[in-house]
């Protein structure tokens, strides 16, 4: 570069110039017209540095000198500094968007639009891993209803404790109840519902400092990636199973009649349906229908409005209906999971939010 500068013509010469720049021995002009030479010669003590070629070495020896390395060490920093804020972007955006939400006090929602590495790398998948990470998490619900109650579960979505869970689980309540993984008890308030979704959000009443799911991106989900769905079933608080993605998209209906959610009771036995045939019961005339994932990971009755979770940890799902045969048994304890269980997808979640929160009720 330096090397560069140096051809660019800038002292390409063939002979200094200037007054003096002649030999010492002058004789008749060559030209009769050019001025004469000066009557005298220059002495070495002028005042007047020369014009001819001293400055020449000073530019030679430039390139050698240490000179060009402060450009270069200010080069190297301006690449270090940008690399620096390229880290941060990217981590603000990505794997370490719940620690910055704590760091800054806020009690915004951990959404991702990428994975998260919840739990580290070389546990993603493990059960156990995923299990520590997320329960903290997930909590089980209790409504109060006209003609019973209803127990279903939730996701903490902020650590001042918004939680989202589904619509059936809360529809008609006198009121809401939620235990945490820890053992603590609130009293929650309903924030917004949306029937056509399947989806409520409540708010805990004084709780702080609670551990936000991080919230993933269903739209890169696969059939046959490896899920972990964390619920109450029979108000078992925290049980965890696990299982695989057995289809995407399938078109699942649900009432949206409140009366319909209260008529369930305790049992948790969901009607919805799916393939042209009712589960759990009729479903009613007034339904909605979504598109949800397919698991089969092990769904009980108190599931409803849990985490379906991928290797990563992320919550890739709200797990809404699922197949009982309480309605074939003598007894609702006789309910259990044949593997056909359906789930929320949580990008549906994330758009839903903003209406959620502004206390919308429909």
Same mark, same amino acid.
């Given at each position: 570069?330096?090397e560069?500068f140096?051809?660019?013509?800038? %002292?390409?010469?063939? +002979?200094?110039?200037?007054?003096y720049?002649?030999?010492?021995?002058?004789s008749?002009?060559?030209n $009769?017209?050019?001025?004469?030479?000066?009557? %005298?010669?220059?002495?070495?003590?002028?005042p007047?540095p020369? &014009?001819? !070629?001293?400055? @020449?070495?000073?530019?030679?020896?430039a !390139? &050698?000198?240490? @000179?060009?390395? !402060?450009?270069r060490?200010?080069?190297?920093?301006?690449v270090?500094?940008?690399?620096?804020? +390229?880290?941060?972007?990217? +981590?603000?955006g990505?794997?370490?968007?719940?620690g910055f939400? @704590?760091?800054?006090?806020?009690?915004?929602?951990? /959404?991702?639009?990428?994975?998260t590495?919840?739990?580290?790398?070389g546990?993603?998948g493990?059960?156990?891993?995923?299990? &520590?990470?997320?329960?903290?998490?997930v909590?089980?619900?209790?409504?109060?209803?006209?003609?019973?109650?209803?127990?279903g579960?939730g996701v903490?979505?902020?650590?001042?404790?918004e939680?989202?869970?589904?619509?059936h689980?809360?529809?008609?309540?006198?009121?809401?109840?939620?235990?945490t993984s820890d053992?603590?008890?609130?009293?929650?308030d309903?924030?917004g519902?949306?029937?056509?979704?399947?989806l /409520?959000l409540?708010k805990?009443?004084?709780?702080?400092?609670?551990?936000?799911?991080?919230?993933?991106?269903?739209?890169?989900?696969?059939v046959?990636?490896?899920?972990?769905?964390?619920?109450s $079933? @029979?108000g078992l608080?925290?049980t965890?199973?696990?299982g695989?993605?057995?289809?995407?998209?399938?078109?699942?209906?649900?009432?949206?009649?409140?009366?319909?959610?209260?008529?369930?009771?305790?049992d948790?036995?969901?009607?919805?349906?799916?393939g042209?045939?009712?589960?759990?019961?009729?479903?009613?005339?007034?339904?909605?229908? %979504?598109?949800?994932?397919?698991?089969?990971?092990?769904l009980?009755?108190?599931?409803?409005?849990? /985490?379906?979770?991928?290797a990563a940890?992320?919550?890739?799902?709200?797990?809404s209906?699922?197949?009982s045969?309480?309605?074939?048994?003598?007894?609702?304890?006789?309910?259990?999971?044949?593997g056909?269980?359906? &789930?929320?997808?949580?990008n549906?979640?994330?758009?839903?939010? /903003?209406?959620?929160?502004?206390?919308?009720?429909n």
């Amino acid at each position: 570069m330096t090397e560069s500068f140096r051809r660019s013509g800038e %002292y390409d010469y063939d +002979a200094p110039q200037g007054p003096y720049s002649q030999s010492h021995g002058y004789s008749a002009p060559v030209n $009769p017209e050019w001025p004469p030479p000066p009557a %005298y010669e220059p002495t070495a003590a002028s005042p007047l540095p020369p &014009a001819g !070629p001293e400055p @020449e070495p000073r530019r030679r020896r430039a !390139p &050698a000198g240490p @000179e060009p390395e !402060p450009r270069r060490r200010r080069a190297r920093g301006s690449v270090a500094l940008l690399a620096a804020v +390229a880290i941060v972007a990217a +981590a603000v955006g990505g794997a370490t968007a719940y620690g910055f939400q @704590e760091l800054a006090g806020k009690n915004d929602v951990t /959404a991702t639009g990428t994975s998260t590495a919840v739990v580290p790398a070389g546990k993603k998948g493990d059960v156990a891993a995923i299990a &520590a990470a997320v329960s903290p998490s997930v909590v089980e619900i209790n409504a109060t209803l006209d003609n019973g109650s209803s127990t279903g579960s939730g996701v903490v979505i902020s650590s001042n404790g918004e939680i989202v869970t589904n619509n059936h689980v809360i529809a008609g309540a006198q009121s809401v109840k939620v235990r945490t993984s820890d053992g603590h008890s609130y009293t929650a308030d309903v924030v917004g519902t949306d029937s056509s979704k399947d989806l /409520a959000l409540i708010k805990l009443q004084g709780a702080s400092g609670l551990r936000a799911a991080a919230l993933g991106n269903s739209s890169g989900v696969q059939v046959g990636d490896s899920v972990v769905a964390i619920g109450s $079933p @029979e108000g078992l608080t925290g049980t965890v199973t696990s299982g695989i993605v057995s289809a995407l998209d399938r078109d699942v209906t649900v009432p949206t009649d409140e009366s319909q959610a209260q008529g369930q009771g305790g049992d948790g036995s969901w009607p919805f349906q799916f393939g042209g045939r009712n589960f759990n019961g009729d479903t009613g005339s007034s339904t909605t229908t %979504y598109k949800a994932i397919q698991t089969d990971a092990s769904l009980n009755p108190g599931n409803s409005g849990g /985490a379906l979770i991928d290797a990563a940890g992320n919550i890739i799902g709200i797990n809404s209906a699922m197949y009982s045969s309480s309605q074939q048994a003598s007894s609702s304890s006789d309910a259990g999971s044949i593997g056909l269980g359906f &789930a929320i997808p949580v990008n549906t979640v994330k758009s839903d939010l /903003a209406k959620l929160r502004s206390g919308g009720r429909n």
